[in-house]
């Protein structure tokens, strides 16, 4: 009685794993073709990450000149974090560099260039 039971288990068990393998490949081989447009979400995302960043530290730069405070000659990103400008330096998720410019007030990645483009 006992043994029928673990037999049925197993069996059981077997077909479960069965269709949840046939399942698996499934889903597997269908993306295969969008493995392009997968990358490029990739890129976007880091695009999307960086001007984020951008956005919160231009946004501090200006509350932090709206205090009264000039960047004076600060020019890079380093600098500005050193004084105080901004919170922490920025860092591009794709190795971009950033530069300030104090005309515009605001940043730019080598790579993804300007939050208002
Ligand atoms: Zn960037």
Redesign the pocket.
């Known amino acids: 009685m006992n043994t029928r039971l673990i037999a049925v288990t197993i069996a059981v068990a077997l077909i479960v794993t069965a269709v949840s393998l046939v399942g698996c490949s499934n889903s597997s081989s269908s993306p295969s073709p969008t493995v392009a447009p997968a990358v490029k979400a990739e890129d976007d995302a880091?695009?999307a990450a960086?001007l984020a960043a951008m956005q919160a530290a231009q946004t501090e730069l200006h509350a932090w000149t709206a205090q009264g405070n000039t960047a004076q000659g600060a020019a890079t990103v380093q600098e500005l974090a050193d004084i105080g400008a901004i919170s922490k330096s920025l860092a591009?998720?794709?190795g971009?560099s950033y530069t300030y410019s104090p005309v515009a007030e605001e940043f730019s990645?080598?790579?993804?260039g300007r939050v208002s483009d």
Not at 109 to 112: A, V
């Open positions: 880091s695009r960086c591009c998720p794709a971009g990645c080598s790579i993804h």
